[in-house]
């Protein structure tokens, strides 16, 4: 089972691709590694905020086609890509270059249940609407002020 969600943001394809594929950027935005710590390797460690267990990433981006996979485990020696995201931008979609599409794209784990799962495709709907307001504000609720 596949889940995808999209938002429009206001700015640049090439900004929204950057961000998304910064390691340090996602402990920012991405709740299922919370915590999420980036190793010089380009491992990042972070907890699941639903269960405090250990997940552990690693971001594969392709610029050429603003196109990043998100391999993701429970240690270093289990990952997969389950998570895709995809930047399309505004001039593509006869819009501004301005402006671009965020495409993120689940894919469920097959020790998933429905509950579980149900609860991952609401937060990642929580997870593109805070990429879109920190792109669009500069907000990080990381520090106190913008």
Same mark, same amino acid.
């Given at each position: 089972? =596949? ?5 429009? =943001? &206001? ?15 996602? @402990?920012?935005?991405?709740? @299922?590694?919370?915590? &999420?710590?980036p190793a010089s390797d380009g491992l990042i460690d972070g907890r699941s905020i639903q269960t405090g ?5 690693? %971001? ?5 086609? !603003?196109? %990043?996979?998100? !391999?993701?485990?429970? #240690? ?6 389950? %998570?895709? &995201?995809?930047?399309?931008?505004? *001039?593509?979609? @006869?819009?501004?270059? #301005?402006?671009? !599409?965020?495409?993120?794209f689940a894919l469920r784990a097959r020790d998933s249940d429905l509950n579980r799962w149900a609860l991952?495709?609401?937060?990642? *709907?929580?997870? =593109? ?8 504000? @500069?907000?990080?609720?990381?520090? #106190?002020?913008?």
């Amino acid at each position: 089972m =596949i889940q995808t969600n999209a938002v429009q =943001i &206001a700015r640049p394809a090439r900004a929204v691709f950057e961000f998304l594929a910064d390691p340090a950027m996602l @402990g920012l935005w991405s709740m @299922g590694t919370f915590r &999420a710590v980036p190793a010089s390797d380009g491992l990042i460690d972070g907890r699941s905020i639903q269960t405090g267990g250990r997940v552990c990433v690693r %971001i594969s981006p392709c610029v050429e086609r !603003l196109l %990043i996979d998100y !391999l993701v485990g429970p #240690d270093p020696d289990s990952l997969s890509p389950r %998570i895709w &995201a995809r930047v399309i931008p505004g *001039e593509v979609l @006869g819009q501004s270059p #301005d402006a671009s !599409l965020f495409c993120l794209f689940a894919l469920r784990a097959r020790d998933s249940d429905l509950n579980r799962w149900a609860l991952l495709a609401h937060l990642h *709907e929580v997870e =593109i609407d805070l990429v879109r307001a920190h792109l669009e504000t @500069g907000y990080d609720h990381r520090r #106190d002020g913008p």
